[in-house]
């Protein structure tokens, strides 16, 4: 029995050996790009308490739209989450007003031909351009990746994100940048083909806060990071609500199997009192004779 359980340990530990060595080789790059060492920041959504700070979303938000959104997409969204709970939160009346900016192919029409409108809540954030090949041709062969799951997507997550738009240096000396290329230590390899997005005072906040480089990359990175997990907070209260209900389940089933083990306890006990006294009867029977009643 012993053996058998040794040999099952070593399997498995060996199978957590085989699942390590090809976690490491097979994403070399993730790995590499996990070990940089981003800016932290105390972001308010981490953890399992974790919430998005309203006026942050708000912010960033223009922030994407006043300077982002002219290169880079977020199709997953729709004008509608901008009202939803755990988002920036705007009033309907201001997400529409922010919708009708945007016109919307839809169609045919009773004629069988398509025809422009002004977006509805119901409508995905317009695209700025309608296929990749026109965003990459617009971008110097580049093509601008869609925000929608970028925070998510990039190893570091919010740091990535927010190291990223501060990580605009010089270029060292003796390294190489072509034309339209510029020097950013967070990026792998140091090169990207973006020019730095933020300049202090660049755009100007509704609710007057001052947009500093800093403010302005931490409010947008906290968009985006609410756009790859819109319902990020309602996720922390059900993992909340899970890890409670598993305690309290755990503790009901070892109160029941103290109580079903208790049971058995006593009947052992029991048995025990039983062949101790039929032991103890042999015994003297053996000794005094076969009749326990003749003893004397």
Same mark, same amino acid.
């Given at each position: 029995? +012993?053996?058998?359980?040794?040999?099952?340990?070593?399997?498995f530990?060996? +199978?957590?050996?085989?699942?390590?060595?090809?976690?490491?080789?097979?994403?070399?790059?993730?790995?590499?790009?996990?070990?940089?060492?981003?800016?932290?920041?105390?972001?308010?959504f /981490?953890?399992?308490?974790?919430?998005?700070?309203?006026?942050?979303?708000?912010?960033?938000?223009q922030?994407? !739209?006043?300077?982002?959104?002219?290169?880079?997409?977020?199709?997953?969204?729709?004008y509608?989450?901008?009202?939803?709970?755990?988002?920036?939160?705007?009033?309907?009346?201001?997400?529409?007003?922010?919708?009708?900016?945007f016109?919307?192919?839809?169609?045919?029409?009773?004629?069988?031909?398509?025809?422009?409108?002004?977006?509805?809540?119901?409508?995905?954030?317009?695209?700025?351009?309608?296929?990749?090949?026109?965003?990459?041709?617009?971008?110097?062969?580049?093509?601008?990746?869609? $925000? @929608?799951?970028?925070?998510?997507?990039?190893?570091?997550?919010?740091?990535?994100? &927010?190291?990223?738009?501060?990580?605009?240096?010089?270029?060292?000396?003796?390294?190489?940048? /072509?034309?339209?290329?510029?020097?950013? +230590?967070? $990026?792998?390899?140091?090169?990207?083909? $973006?020019?730095?997005?933020?300049?202090?005072?660049?755009?100007?906040?509704? /609710?007057?806060?001052?947009?500093?480089?800093? !403010?302005?990359?931490? /409010?947008? %990175?906290?968009?985006?990071?609410? @756009?790859?997990?819109?319902?990020?907070?309602?996720?922390?209260?059900?993992?909340? +609500? %899970?890890?409670?209900?598993?305690?309290?389940?755990?503790t009901?089933?070892?109160l029941?199997?103290?109580?079903?083990?208790?049971?058995?306890?006593?009947?052992?006990?029991?048995?025990?009192?039983?062949?101790?006294?039929?032991?103890?009867?042999?015994?003297? %029977?053996q &000794?005094?004779?076969?009749?326990?009643? %003749?003893?004397?």
């Open positions: 029995m +012993k053996e058998k359980t040794l040999d099952h340990l070593n399997n530990i060996n +199978k957590i050996l085989i699942i390590t060595f090809l976690s490491v080789t097979a994403f070399p790059a993730f790995s590499e790009e996990k070990n940089v060492n981003f800016i932290e920041n105390k972001w308010s /981490d953890g399992i308490f974790g919430t998005f700070d309203r006026a942050s979303l708000q912010r960033g938000f922030v994407y !739209q006043e300077v982002c959104s002219g290169c880079h997409s977020v199709k997953h969204l729709s509608r989450n901008l009202i939803e709970k755990g988002g920036p939160e705007f009033s309907e009346d201001q997400a529409k007003a922010i919708a009708k900016q016109e919307v192919t839809d169609g045919p029409n009773s004629e069988g031909e398509m025809f422009n409108r002004p977006a509805k809540l119901s409508d995905k954030f317009v695209k700025p351009y309608p296929n990749v090949e026109a965003s990459t041709a617009a971008n110097g062969g580049a093509y601008p990746p869609d $925000m @929608s799951v970028l925070a998510k997507a990039r190893a570091g997550g919010a740091d990535y994100i &927010y190291s990223l738009l501060l990580g605009y240096e010089e270029a060292p000396e003796g390294f190489d940048l /072509d034309d339209g290329v510029y020097y950013n +230590k967070y $990026m792998p390899g140091q090169k990207i083909k $973006m020019s730095s997005p933020l300049d202090d005072g660049l755009i100007e906040y509704s /609710d007057g806060t001052e947009t500093t480089v800093e !403010q302005m990359a931490k /409010d947008v %990175t906290a968009f985006l990071v609410w @756009s790859s997990e819109p319902h990020l907070e309602a996720q922390h209260k059900m993992g909340f +609500k %899970t890890i409670i209900y598993l305690v309290i389940l755990l009901l089933v070892y029941s199997k103290q109580k079903v083990w208790a049971r058995f306890s006593k009947k052992k006990d029991s048995k025990n009192e039983e062949d101790a006294f039929d032991k103890v009867e042999e015994i003297v %029977t &000794y005094e004779g076969e009749d326990p009643k %003749t003893f004397k």
